[in-house]
């Protein structure tokens, strides 16, 4: 079973950036997918971002897109959320999921980290 552990989130201003760290361990994880999904109070968990740990990648069609970019560092079995111009709107847990298959769908998803909080005041 592979257990992911995000870091990196916390209190933000408006305009400003910040790089969420979701590590990986306890399975064959160089084979999985990993993704990025954001949770605001009150709304429903939502895609943000997914990569092969052979680089393909894909994206949300909302906002975000064009302000954030997803890497991966296969070393160090660990994948990354890069966030530019953030908007109070972007205020959300942010959690880390793996599986088998790209996806942009929860449901997709078999694995899970506790997430980290991202604030992003105005």
């Known amino acids: 079973q592979v257990q992911l552990v995000e870091s990196g989130g916390g209190l933000v201003r408006a305009g400003g950036s910040l790089r969420l760290s979701c590590a990986a361990s306890g399975g064959t994880f160089s084979r999985y997918v990993m993704a990025w999904f954001r949770q605001a109070p009150g709304k429903k968990r939502e895609f943000v971002a997914a990569?092969?740990?052979?680089?393909?990648?894909?994206t949300s069609v909302d906002s975000v897109k064009g302000r954030i970019s997803i890497f991966r560092d296969n070393t160090k079995n660990t994948v990354y959320l890069q966030m530019n111009s953030l908007k109070p709107e972007d205020t959300a847990v942010y959690y880390c999921?793996?599986?088998?298959?790209?996806?942009?769908?929860?449901?997709?998803?078999?694995?899970w980290g506790q997430g980290t909080q991202v604030i992003v005041s105005s």
């Open positions: 999921a793996a599986d088998e298959a790209i996806s942009t769908g929860e449901s997709g998803y078999t694995y």
């Open positions: 990569i092969t740990w052979s680089g393909y990648r894909t």
